[in-house]
């Protein structure tokens, strides 16, 4: 597992690309330096509206709470490094790829931005390049793991913000992806298209978000009890689902019955289980549905990824 160092301070050169997200004035920031270029607990202070945003445990705050992102709050604290990348693992480089169509190693000298970076899987997957410039920004309290994981690091940026309401710069961006977040928001349009004017000219925007079923499975029809249950106990009913896992490897058809995550991992197992039967939010598209927000915003060289459904676009 790649090494955690306890986390970091926010680095100062991440002024450069913040805005207020009220008023889109610039930042001064208020509190003592941990060292000459970072801080950990202060605000930024709005030069324009006069509004302050908090620095709490060396995170910036542009948020009072975690509203509906709560379940992910729980989730990636509880499953904190459970996604990481091992020395001999590439789960997350092959996934990136998949469902974004980047070899990172092409994102040399960009910035990068996250949207819903979770407890920072894909943060340290880009960043692992000196000269990449990663940025990530979750609405839950999965920043926290985020930040330990992989905010030490000189080129990672980790804070808290909401989707429909960002604290960036216009066009501060190479590249924007979001991975598995999109579905989890009130409205995933919207939140795609709060992502577009954050591109640079000829940057790029890749996302995957659920794909619609043909047969919805019964998950969906669970998910009205199990997403309204305390997160400690649906979290305990997804370990007793995942203890049937011999039984769905013997009868093919008791998925249909009580699907779970069918990885052989079983502690992936559990976090992708609690991960489907938690969140408020689920909703699932298909590639004819998703294409039509990037002609709305404009986007040119739109491509359909092999993997459904992935799609991505261009700012020309």
Request: aromatic share 12%.
């Amino acid at each position: 597992m790649h090494g955690v160092a306890g986390g970091g301070n926010v680095k100062l050169s991440l002024l450069r690309i913040l805005r207020c997200p009220d008023c889109g004035g610039h930042f001064a920031v208020k509190g003592t330096p941990q060292i000459s270029s970072e801080i950990t607990e202060g605000s930024l202070n709005c030069k324009k509206c006069g509004n302050e945003f908090p620095i709490v445990r060396s995170i910036p705050r542009f948020v009072s709470s975690d509203e509906y992102s709560r379940s992910f709050s729980f989730q990636w604290n509880i499953f904190a490094q459970t996604q990481l990348d091992s020395e001999h693992n590439t789960q997350t480089r092959d996934t990136f790829i998949e469902k974004t169509g980047v070899d990172p190693e092409k994102l040399r000298g960009k910035i990068v931005l996250e949207a819903g970076c979770g407890m920072g899987r894909f943060l340290e997957l880009v960043s692992r390049r000196s000269n990449v410039t990663a940025v990530g920004f979750d609405l839950s309290l999965a920043v926290e793991a985020a930040n330990r994981n992989v905010g030490f690091r000189p080129n990672v940026h980790v804070l808290q913000a909401d989707i429909m309401h960002l604290p960036f710069a216009k066009s501060a961006f190479n590249f924007i992806f979001s991975i598995g977040v999109l579905h989890h928001t009130p409205n995933p349009k919207r939140a795609f298209a709060s992502l577009v004017p954050l591109l640079k000219w000829r940057g790029e925007i890749a996302i995957w978000v659920y794909s619609k079923y043909h047969h919805p499975p019964l998950s969906d029809f669970y998910r009205m009890f199990t997403s309204r249950m305390p997160w400690s106990m649906s979290l305990a009913l997804c370990r007793l689902f995942v203890k049937l896992y011999p039984v769905h490897k013997k009868l093919r058809y008791f998925k249909l019955i009580l699907p779970i995550s069918m990885l052989d991992d079983p502690t992936r197992r559990l976090l992708d289980t609690y991960d489907w039967y938690s969140p408020k939010y689920q909703f699932k598209f298909t590639s004819a549905e998703v294409t039509p927000w990037f002609d709305e915003m404009n986007l040119h060289n739109i491509r359909v990824l092999p993997f459904s459904v992935s799609v991505k676009g261009e700012r020309t």
